[in-house]
């Protein structure tokens, strides 16, 4: 279904090497070793570097992670995508939740058909959870968005039910067969955000070094604190800085008031500015198979994730 070749979805020996801290030599006869196979291909399939990786040790998480931000263009999409993506480079399995009705996680990963079952589909009960769940690589599963997840909103506030068990209930079902759920969110306060929340472990927050930036993320983060003693929930929240440009005074300014703001949640990774993250999310071509120097930005902030680091 995705257009992503071979490569674009396995992690490169040097890639794994380097991050194991061996030298490009060794890995190739460790990874022989614990897959009892001649290696011929530079690079590992999703399986295949889960054995590696379990066998030296490393465990992967089990959480359901959203990405939210009320302001638009933060890049939200970008970010769930290139960290889910190489996250099952990784090993891990992934399962992707596309909650915007702007669909453009699904686009990205392929998936572009307005007839195929979306969230609000299971809210009103016509489909099931796994009637919804689309295969796009190894390790990568996603459940689509479309412009019908527009209405899911009312759907929600209009049901008779607890709606703020809307994400969370269906999810338990499949939840087992996923290291990470990771959800992408509309640029909203809504009632799907604080279902999402419910259902989350974890709330990444991107911010950008623009005017609004640090306004809506407080914003953000004061909701999001309503939202925890509301229903008495326990999930962290993390900061993500994104589209940091070096020659700007102000994404520096911006950046250390983030150190200083928030000193514990601020991920220790963050993303730089760069053209070619246009191509990930409109091509569907994974940022990891060509030269960007921001490939390694979201390597380390999916390290960050996955608890590799
Ligand atoms: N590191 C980056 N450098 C430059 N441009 C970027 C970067 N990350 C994302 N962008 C661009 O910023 C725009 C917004 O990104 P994205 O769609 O990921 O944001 P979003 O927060 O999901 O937006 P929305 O709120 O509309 O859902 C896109 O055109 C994307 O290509
Ligand atoms: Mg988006």
Redesign the pocket.
């Given at each position: 279904m995705s257009t992503l070749a071979q490569q674009e979805f396995c992690i490169t020996l040097s890639d794994l090497a380097s991050f194991m801290e061996i030298p490009p030599n060794q890995i190739k006869a460790k990874a022989e070793k614990t897959l009892q196979r001649k290696i011929k291909s530079p690079w590992l399939l999703p399986e295949e570097a889960r054995q590696l990786l379990l066998a030296e040790g490393y465990k992967y998480p089990h959480k359901v992670i959203s990405i939210q931000?009320l302001k638009?263009?933060?890049?939200?999409?970008?970010?769930v995508l290139n960290m889910g993506l190489r996250a099952a480079m990784y090993g891990a399995r992934v399962l992707f939740v596309d909650l915007?009705q702007?669909a453009?996680l699904s686009f990205a990963l392929g998936v572009e058909d307005e007839s195929l079952p979306v969230w609000v589909d299971i809210v009103e009960k016509k489909k099931s959870i796994d009637e919804c769940v689309r295969f796009i690589e190894p390790h990568v599963d996603l459940i689509p968005s479309s412009l019908n997840n527009s209405v899911l909103d009312r759907v929600l506030l209009n049901s008779n039910r607890n709606w703020s068990l809307a994400v969370k209930t269906p999810l338990e079902k499949i939840k087992h067969r996923y290291d990470l759920i990771l959800i992408d969110t509309?640029?909203a306060l809504s009632a799907t955000n604080t279902a999402v929340t419910v259902a989350s472990d974890e709330v990444i927050l991107?911010v950008n070094p623009d005017k609004f930036a640090f306004m809506g993320l407080q914003k953000n983060l004061s909701e999001l604190e309503d939202i925890r003693s509301d229903f008495s929930l326990e999930f962290s929240r993390k900061v993500l800085f994104?589209?940091f440009d070096g020659r700007e005074k102000f994404s520096h300014e911006l950046l250390q008031k983030c150190i200083e703001s928030f000193e514990d949640s601020l991920m220790k990774g963050y993303?730089?500015?760069?053209?070619e993250?246009?191509n990930t999310?409109r091509s569907g071509k994974s940022l990891y198979a060509g030269k960007s120097p921001?490939k390694a930005d979201y390597d380390f902030v999916t390290r960050e994730m996955l608890g590799f680091v």
């Open positions: 931000m638009g263009g933060v890049a939200k999409t970008t970010s915007d702007q453009n509309a640029p991107p994104t589209k993303i730089r500015t760069s053209a993250v246009k999310v921001i």
